[in-house]
């Protein structure tokens, strides 16, 4: 039995490739098929996913194995419901305290873990002397990293308007970036063709057994 | 008096020589940390050959912690759980036995309110916060301020203008992260000046959204824009709704409304990664304008290459006080402005001072980045 349900499932998983790669020529029936289903079956697991591995081990096990002691939990409790209320159009307005918790919370946090990663670590880093080496590639390799983030920090200088010498920094900010993006674009297209090569393996490995 | 001042500076000097001669072992909590590290210090008779110091484990038994070197006479011990108790034990050997020594010591690690390595986040917080809030009262009061010009946003009234006159939908991604990210809050800003201009021309606005609170918060947004336009009988609830949470699931279900319902004016905005390609691509077949923004600098590349306009990075957070020109957001974005040019004025510094050989700026911050 777990044999046949293999090999169905890898039957399945090649037509809905191929179903998919469908796309590339234009919109057809099989595409709309595989869309339709891998938009209903990811939503319906999502759910179920939820379900299983958030509310009931994080909220429904604790509260009915030990009410007393969890009883904090009954806040996100009552948050879930107020978002649900969502669904009577009379107390809708409900909803909009949950949202506003999520909203300000994410808000405070992320300002927090960006002031850390993006912001204080960054400029850090940056703090280095040029000059520290004596190879010369590792000199030009730091006063290029120095101009670059400055300059690319300049670019998003909103205040100004970016002409005369404004505009020499901001100038140079953009080549900078347009840098990075070329060797972002090549990078990731390299790693877009090993998730292609991926699926070839699947269906010349795994479905047609023509590659060991 | 003299006499007794004199007495005085006597018996300090002769308690400090003794304090100084008299060999000690002491452990103490770090002071101003989260608990986590206890500092060890001690002074040892010149006859010392050498040194070893040991800590209790669970069982009461001691193990080998640290060996000093020459010449040490501290040590940190980190990585410890606070409100703990920790034993410690210093050996110190001698060529001669009479002169060896066994001496021990114990702390309790505690937390402190205040962690002195993240001194500089405080000063950051407080000088970017106080920066952000006068320039947001300064805008309130009716100052004026620039905002240089934003290619990527002034393309929003010619893409509504198309959808208008073909009279198709406009299509807008409110990218495919939570509502907790930031980029997503920016980009729900954005919807809502899109919806208003949108419900200004009557053109309907499809927005498909991968998680429910995103859902939640578009949907508000929408209908606020369009009471806000004076036109709250064409809010069409449904014309915002959920896709999946599955990120290609999304994408598909995005292609598949960009094919079929053909989108005047498509709108990837937020934070997008591997399907930015796959979606900006499928816009382009469509003929669609669009413009796309995000702050996930790896993603933009395929942005720039496939759409007519990018917001790239900061734009994104900016765009919000461009289009609406709110005080509170001018005031905003000055205040952000203020605190690009503090980075710059601290990166030039701070390399100053590292090719003048001084590294305590540096290491301030680096306490807080760490």
Redesign the interface.
């Known amino acids: 039995m777990p044999d046949i349900m293999n090999t169905v499932g890898i039957w399945l998983g090649a037509f809905f490739t191929f179903a998919?790669f469908s796309?590339l020529y234009?919109?057809n029936p099989f595409?709309?098929l595989?869309?339709q289903i891998?938009?209903?079956?990811?939503?319906g697991?999502?759910l179920i996913y939820i379900i299983y591995a958030a509310l009931m081990p994080n909220l429904f096990t604790k509260l009915a194995t030990d009410f007393g002691g969890n009883l904090i939990l009954l806040i996100p409790f009552a948050l879930g419901i107020m978002?649900i209320t969502?669904m009577v159009p009379k107390i809708q307005w409900l909803?909009?305290y949950p949202?506003s918790i999520?909203?300000g919370t994410?808000?405070a946090?992320?300002?927090?873990r960006?002031?850390?990663?993006d912001?204080?670590?960054q400029?850090?880093?940056?703090?280095?002397?040029?000059?520290?080496t004596k190879v010369p590639s590792e000199i030009v390799g730091n006063l290029m990293l120095?101009i670059g983030?400055?300059c690319g920090?300049?670019f998003?200088?909103?205040?100004?308007?970016?002409e005369g010498i404004a505009k020499i920094p901001s100038k140079i900010g953009v080549y900078f970036?347009m840098v990075?993006?070329?060797a972002?674009?090549g990078y990731?297209v390299m790693a877009?063709i090993s998730l292609l090569i991926g699926r070839l393996e699947f269906l010349l490995k795994d479905w047609l057994h023509i590659i060991k | 008096m003299k006499r007794i001042i004199t007495i005085l500076f006597i018996l300090s000097s002769f308690t400090w020589l003794i304090a100084y001669e008299t060999p000690f072992f002491r452990a103490k909590d770090r002071p101003y940390d989260k608990g986590d590290a206890i500092i060890l210090e001690w002074k040892l008779p010149a006859a010392i050959d050498s040194v070893q110091i040991l800590k209790a484990d669970s069982l009461g038994v001691y193990q080998p912690l640290f060996i000093p070197t020459e010449g040490e006479t501290s040590f940190v011990d980190q990585d410890l759980s606070y409100d703990t108790d920790y034993q410690y034990r210093l050996l110190a050997f001698s060529s001669t036995d009479a002169d060896s020594l066994q001496l021990s010591a114990y702390a309790v690690t505690k937390q402190n309110w205040f962690y002195l390595d993240k001194l500089a986040y405080l000063l950051m917080l407080i000088i970017l916060s106080a920066a952000i809030i006068y320039y947001i009262l300064a805008a309130k009061r009716g100052k004026e301020f620039f905002i240089r010009r934003i290619s990527g946003l002034d393309s929003m009234e010619e893409a509504i203008g198309r959808a208008t006159e073909k009279g198709k939908p406009i299509l807008f991604v409110p990218g495919v992260s939570e509502l907790g990210d930031i980029q997503t809050l920016s980009s729900l800003s954005i919807l809502s000046q899109l919806a208003y201009r949108a419900a200004e021309y009557n053109t309907e606005i499809i927005v498909p959204c991968r998680f429910s609170m995103v859902l939640s918060a578009a949907r508000e947004v929408v209908k606020e824009a369009y009471l806000k336009a004076g036109r709250s009988d064409a809010f069409r609830e449904e014309s915002i709704f959920y896709l999946t949470d599955d990120q290609f699931g999304f994408v598909a279900g995005i292609d598949g409304i960009i094919v079929r319902e053909e989108p005047a004016a498509n709108f990837f905005l937020g934070s997008f990664y591997a399907e930015s390609l796959i979606l900006a691509e499928t816009g382009l077949s469509t003929g669609a304008i669009q413009t796309a923004g995000t702050a996930n600098a790896h993603q933009l590349p395929f942005f720039v290459v496939s759409c007519d306009y990018t917001l790239i990075g900061e734009e994104l957070f900016a765009a919000s006080a461009y289009l609406s020109r709110d005080a509170q957001q001018v005031g905003s974005l000055k205040g952000h402005d203020f605190g690009k040019l503090l980075v710059i004025v601290l990166i030039l510094v701070g390399v100053a001072l590292e090719i003048a050989g001084i590294s305590w700026l540096k290491s301030f911050l680096m306490g807080a980045g760490a």
Do not use: C, H, W
């Open positions: 998919i796309f234009k919109d595409y709309k595989a869309e891998f938009v209903g079956l990811s939503a697991y999502g978002m969502r909803s909009r949202l999520v909203i994410s808000a946090i992320s300002l927090l960006f002031l850390k990663s912001l204080i670590a400029v850090a880093a940056t703090m280095i002397n040029p000059f520290a120095i983030t400055i920090v300049y998003f200088y909103f205040s100004k308007k970016q970036l990075s993006f070329g972002t674009f990731t877009r």
